[in-house]
């Protein structure tokens, strides 16, 4: 099944229903398929050379669901990249593709425009409204329908081959057709380069949600996004939740509309996500867990779960705050040791994932499946004894401290609980005695007076000793991508290279 299906099911069956957008600018269903098959014809245009890959350079928006389902009508591989890389990086992660054709916002465009076929955003959209319709091609479904850029927080990025069989896999699995009312609006507001933006537009399509898209995050473009469009449902990333309940200073969001709020893509601080349950009390919060390779999310922390644990004076429940769930239907998950062998309740591990809708491969290295199908993930976890999930943190994080395994995250969930502290991450650098010194990295709340001594006394009092930070470092800011995610690796540099100078 490829996902041109997809689109044709919603199309035959949604219609004249509202797929994207709103008043003049709505897009409907059918409308979406017009545009899908004449994008199709612009792309399989004649050239020297057949395009190889379809890319997208530029914000989130229409664009983005337009041009993958044009890719995927013409049987041509959807590259979205980065656009918030350098131009040098662009041009390099780009060298790495078959023949791309790209399609640039206006303000990425010169990047591009002398080195590759490319046309501006606009420029596609009424050349794919002009173009006669292209007949669909037919893929097997183990092509290749999106292609995905890691996001190189430990390496240079990779690129992860999602094929048509992995990504329907997920749908099918997760979504039921038609399943939105007619008055849902989904709120979407991660970057196209993301795993999440290309399963959001899957989900929402499959399961007959309008889509809006906010394409440059503010907390008061967000709150006034959900409140004029009457949005349903809204996807963030974990630092977008941040400032927003920042924003509100403990106010309520003035959200009603809103039901269902995903969150992931990074680490949640539980004193984060306290605020937010509170300031949007009637909506239902999820926590996605999912990676590039595995075609979106692979386990899920439902509202009732979210209810359950905040309301729970069992320490063993309300911890599940901080867990990411449960498998989603089709995904199996083992915990392992350094040796391979499978780990039990609470013991903490490698996580291992198998289903239909994990990828597990990267072009130029090929398949990472174990014979029996299993992916690694390289995130250390354990499973509770209902089996929910916690995840500890990358494997490359890891610090090694007088022999003893120290995940980065278990201090830095205790940091977020200091009210003095807006951010904060923990890095291993190398000490003689030791091994590794752990060193926190602290951003200041605005107004705040809180000293390196009282970071070092609240984590002891919180952890054990060997847990305490060898020494604190400020910073007015930290690294990370615009899916929340720490860029570890840049921290490192900078303290390391500080300490050097």
């Given at each position: 099944m490829?996902?041109?299906l ?7 069956g ?5 797929a994207l ?8 269903f ?9 994008g ?6 004649p050239?020297d ?7 997208l ?5 229409p ?10 009508h013409?049987?041509?591989?959807f590259?979205p990249m ?5 131009a040098?990086q662009?041009?390099e992660?780009?060298a790495?593709?078959?023949?791309p054709?790209v ?12 080195v590759?076929?490319?046309?501006s ?5 009424a050349a ?5 319709p ?5 893929v ?6 999106v292609?995905?850029?890691?996001s ?10 999602l ?5 329907t ?17 989904a ?7 993301h ?5 959001s537009?899957?989900?929402?399509l499959?399961?007959?949600r ?6 440059d ?5 967000w ?9 349903t ?13 920042e ?10 509309s ?17 605020k937010a349950?509170q ?7 999820v ?8 075609s979106?999310?692979?386990a899920l922390?439902?509202p009732?779960?979210?209810r ?23 995904i ?32 130029g ?10 992916f690694?993930t ?9 089996g929910y999930l ?5 494997s490359?994080?890891?610090i090694i ?16 609980a200091?009210?003095g502290v807006?951010d904060?991450?923990?890095i291993?650098v ?10 926190a ?9 809180v000293?390196s001594?009282?970071i ?12 305490t930070p ?5 910073r007015?800011?930290?690294?990370h991508t615009?899916?929340g995610?720490?860029?570890r ?6 303290v390391v290279e500080?300490?050097?100078?």
């Amino acid at each position: 099944m490829s996902l041109s299906l997809l689109l044709e099911m919603a199309s035959s069956g949604l219609g004249d229903r509202v797929a994207l957008g709103r008043g003049d600018d709505a897009i409907t269903f059918t409308r979406l398929a017009e545009l899908a098959a004449g994008g199709a014809a612009v792309l399989t245009e004649p050239r020297d050379r057949p395009v190889g890959h379809a890319v997208l350079l530029g914000r989130n928006g229409p664009i983005m669901p337009h041009l993958l389902f044009a890719s995927t009508h013409a049987g041509i591989p959807f590259t979205p990249m980065n656009y918030r890389l350098a131009a040098d990086q662009i041009r390099e992660l780009l060298a790495d593709l078959d023949n791309p054709f790209v399609v640039a916002d206006e303000d990425y465009l010169p990047i591009v425009a002398d080195v590759y076929p490319s046309v501006s955003t606009e420029q596609f959209v009424a050349a794919s409204a002009a173009a006669t319709p292209a007949e669909a091609v037919f893929v097997e479904d183990s092509a290749s329908a999106v292609m995905l850029f890691t996001s190189g927080t430990t390496s240079k990025p990779k690129i992860v081959p999602l094929r048509h069989e992995n990504l329907t896999s997920y749908i099918l699995n997760t979504v039921e057709f038609a399943s939105a009312a007619e008055d849902d609006t989904a709120l979407v507001t991660v970057p196209p380069y993301h795993i999440a933006a290309v399963g959001s537009v899957l989900s929402n399509l499959y399961s007959g949600r309008r889509v809006v898209y906010l394409p440059d995050f503010s907390p008061e473009a967000w709150l006034e996004l959900v409140r004029s469009e009457n949005v349903t449902t809204a996807m963030v990333v974990p630092t977008m939740v941040s400032r927003i309940v920042e924003h509100l200073a403990g106010a309520d969001a003035g959200a009603p509309s809103l039901r269902t709020m995903s969150y992931g893509g990074a680490r949640m601080p539980g004193a984060v996500l306290e605020k937010a349950l509170q300031a949007f009390g009637n909506c239902g919060f999820v926590n996605a867990y999912g990676l590039t390779e595995t075609s979106s999310t692979i386990a899920l922390l439902g509202p009732d779960d979210h209810r359950i644990a905040l309301a729970s004076d069992d320490e063993a429940v309300r911890a599940r705050l901080g867990s990411v769930g449960q498998p989603v239907p089709g995904i199996e998950m083992e915990i392992r040791d350094d040796d391979g062998a499978v780990l039990g309740v609470r013991e903490v591990g490698e996580l291992w994932v198998r289903g239909p809708q994990v990828s597990g491969e990267y072009v130029g290295k090929g398949s990472v499946l174990d014979a029996q199908g299993w992916f690694p993930t390289k995130d250390r976890a354990y499973l509770d004894e209902d089996g929910y999930l916690f995840i500890e943190g990358r494997s490359d994080d890891t610090i090694i401290r007088g022999g003893e395994n120290i995940a980065p995250a278990e201090i830095e969930e205790v940091l977020f609980a200091h009210p003095g502290v807006l951010d904060a991450a923990i890095i291993g650098v190398p000490d003689d005695e030791w091994g590794e010194r752990i060193v926190a990295v602290i951003v200041r709340r605005p107004g705040a007076e809180v000293t390196s001594d009282d970071i070092r006394a609240w984590t002891r009092a919180r952890l054990r000793g060997s847990r305490t930070p060898d020494a604190v470092v400020w910073r007015d800011e930290l690294p990370h991508t615009p899916t929340g995610k720490l860029l570890r690796r840049d921290v490192v540099a900078d303290v390391v290279e500080s300490a050097l100078g």
